[in-house]
Structure formats: C-alpha cells, structure tokens
C-alpha cells in the first residue's frame, strides 16, 4: 500500500495528508503578512535558503502552499506557484522565462489579455512574438528555431475550441529546440480531462478563477512546472516581477472548491455533451464548435490526449445582430464573462472578451463577431437547453 498512487478524485479531496494545527480537518487560514523568527541567526538562515520555513507572505504562506501542492500534485508536476489572477501566472511565467532576443512561438487564438501580453508587451521588451496554427504540426515544424524560447497554447483555445496535440508538438519542439520550454494554459481542460506535463509539456499555467475553483468567488492563477523552473517562476515572477500573491483566504476557497473538481467535472462535461447536440440539430445555429462532435476538426487529438471534452461550446448564429438577440434573451444562463462556474455563463467574445483583438485578428483566431460561448454549468441540462431554444424563437424571427 505505501507505493499507491491515489486518483485524481482522491488528491482533490486529500492533496499530500497535511497535518494541520489543531487537528483540524480543513485548512487553517493564516491571515499573516509576515513570520516571527525564533532568532536573528534563524532569520538569516531562511533567507539564505538554508533552512526551511516561512518568512513572508509574498513569499510563501502556509494556505497558500497547502494549495500549491495539491495542485502540482494534480498536474503531476514537481511544485507549483500560486498568483493573484490567471493573467499574474502568465505573465508571472513568461517574464521570469523570457529574455531579449529570444523568440516566443504561440497559436495565434489565445485568451484576449494573453494575445494583448504577448502581441503589444513582450515586443517592447525585445521578445520576439510569432503566433500561428499550433494545431497544425507541419506549422510548428516550418517556425520552431533554435532561438525559440518558448511555445505556448492552449489545450483548448479560447474561444474557437481548436484542440492542439501536446504530445507531438512537445516531441518536435524538444527534438529542435531542447532549451525550448513548452507552455501550456490548461485552463479550459483542467486536470480532470488532461495533464499537459505528462504528454511532454514543460510547464502548465491555470487561471484558478474558472474550473479549478469552480464557484465564481475567487480570481486566481497557478504556474506547475519542474522544481528548478518553478523556483524561478517564484522568485523572479512572482516575487519581484508581478508580486501578483494570492492571499490565503482566496486559497482556502480554492482549496474548498477543488474538493469537487472530479464531481464537477464529470457532471458539467455530460451537460455539455447534451448541450452541443442540441445545438448541432438546431436549425437556428450555422455552427458548432465543440472537440467531442465528431465532425470538429480535432476530434480525433482530443478523443486521444482528454478524458472528457469539457464544459465549453461555442457556436455561431446566421449574423452578428441574431447572437446579439439570443445574449439578450436568455433567462437562466446568466450573460457574463468568464467560465468553469457551477452557474452557465454565455458571453460574446468578439465583443467582450476578445474585444482588444481586430476584426482581422479574430478572423485569423478562427472566430466572428456571429460567435456565442457558452460554459455549461451544473444545472440540470434539460433546463439550459430549454432557455437555448426560447431565447432562439424570441432572437431569430
Ligand atoms: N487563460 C484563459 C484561457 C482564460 O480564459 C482566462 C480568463 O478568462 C485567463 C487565462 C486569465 O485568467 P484571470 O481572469 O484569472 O486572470
């Protein structure tokens, strides 16, 4: 029994069996800025990184690190660094990695405020940004160099639902490129359906605020990687460059919220499934786009490296003025960004949460302003498909 590996159902619940205070069954929250050192001599030690111990809170809390660990454990990575927001473990990571004159490859359909870093920020800093098709392998192979510092995607892009094969892009970017690091947001995915680490990737950042929490009360990041890489990530990326720090009652809410990210997950990739068949029947809808119809480009990648398909559809109605009217309709999917809450939330990219992008950037992304998300919640999928079909009559007469 010593050698058992739990499942992922169980280290939600148990993380690696912290001893806590008090014997208490859920995490203490230690609201602390700062630790009381035994003495000068052991102050000085922890500094100097020779003896264990918080000194800190920016860099390092006892909640905080429970969390951390429950999530590199997830991801099966060596340790893991917890930020303030999605975009502070982005940024976190890619400015602790990234240096002038290196060059960084990414698809080019990212979440809004990574495509704003990497397109308009990493520039003025002598990056070298390049964005193409990462689902397309012959691309990456015309475009990785030896310079490449870094490839990065999404397992599944936001918000156009490509899926792009870890496993083989990891294995031709390592072969040409050994320094190169592969960057995956798992966000879309979560643990529960694909560990990117384990197909090859190098690092997997999070925005903790969507499936990880899952209750729509936190806004959160984690960065998982290598222990030498995520010691950097630490002390440059969040320490010094963003001190984006996430406090320690946002990580207990987290630390709560992932107790039921197995449950969750399998109940809301059901729903979704219901969901996009609905949607791809419906006369009312041009397009679905969702990696577990067979006719999605890559269903076939996502069938071989996800567990399950996810929570997220998009899908596009006959003109811009129709999606508009069905946003405008719904009565139970609440009209908001974000995603991966037990509430289905439906929103309009082009003008929301892509809206940074031009009308030339989110052609090239794979999307239109026509284009409708949708994250399926935990309601009962009858119900969602139901308010789907009255705000469809009411928006396309
Ligand atoms: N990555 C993806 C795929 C996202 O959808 C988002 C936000 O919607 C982020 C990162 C940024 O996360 P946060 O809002 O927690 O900063």
């Known amino acids: 029994m010593s050698n058992h590996t739990y499942a ?6 148990h993380g690696n069996h912290p001893k806590n205070p008090a014997g208490a069954l859920a995490a203490p929250i230690f609201q602390t800025s700062t630790f009381v050192f035994d003495s000068a001599e052991q102050g000085g030690s922890r500094f100097a990184g020779k003896e264990d111990g918080f000194i800190y809170s920016r860099l390092g ?12 454990l997830l991801e099966g990575g060596e340790d893991c660094t917890a930020f303030s927001s999605g975009m502070g ?9 990234l240096r002038c004159g290196d060059h960084l490859l990414a698809d080019k359909t990212l979440y809004g405020c990574t495509f704003a870093l990497f397109t308009e920020k990493l520039p003025q800093f002598g990056i070298e940004v390049e964005l193409i098709d990462m689902s397309n ?10 310079n490449t510092r870094m490839v990065y995607f999404e397992t599944v892009a936001n918000p156009s639902m490509k899926v792009t094969d870890i496993a083989a892009v990891s294995a031709h970017v390592h072969s040409v490129a050994p320094q190169c690091l592969v960057t995956v947001d798992n966000t879309f995915a979560s ?7 384990s197909l090859g990737a ?4 999070h925005s903790a605020t969507k499936y990880l929490n899952g209750h729509g009360d936190v ?10 890489i995520m010691h950097t990530i630490r002390m440059v990326g969040l320490k010094d460059v963003t001190g984006a720090v996430l406090g320690p009652q946002e990580a207990y809410l987290i630390l709560r919220g992932l107790k039921t990210l197995k449950v969750r997950m399998d109940a809301i990739c059901q729903g979704a499934m219901e969901v996009a068949k609905f949607l791809d029947q419906s006369p009312r809808v041009q397009k679905v786009f969702f990696p577990g119809l067979p006719q999605h480009p890559d269903y076939e990648v996502a069938k071989r490296e996800m567990a399950q398909f996810g929570g997220m559809i998009a899908f596009e109605m006959k003109s811009f003025e129709e999606a508009k009217a069905v946003l405008n ?23 929301m949460t892509h809206s940074m992008c031009t009308r030339e950037e989110i052609e090239a992304a794979g999307f239109s302003d026509r284009l409708i998300r949708l994250s399926v919640g935990l309601e009962d999928p009858a119900d969602i498909i139901a308010d789907l079909q009255q705000a469809f009559e009411k928006a396309c007469r």
């Open 329 to 351: 309709a719904v009565k139970l999917c609440a009209l908001a960004v974000s995603l991966g809450d037990c509430e289905t939330l439906i929103q309009h990219p082009a003008s």
């Open 191 to 197: 643990p529960m359906l694909v560990k990117p680490l």
């Open 89 to 97: 473990a982005i940024s976190g990571t890619v400015l602790s990695i």
């Open 202 to 205: 190098d690092i997997v950042v």
């Open 8 to 13: 992922p159902a169980t280290v939600v619940v």
């Open 137 to 146: 392998l012959d691309e990456v192979k015309a475009h990785v160099r030896p």
């Open 219 to 228: 806004i959160a990041g984690f960065s998982v990687s290598r222990g030498d």
């Open 61 to 72: 809390n006892p909640t905080t690190r429970q969390l951390e660990e429950k999530v590199a």
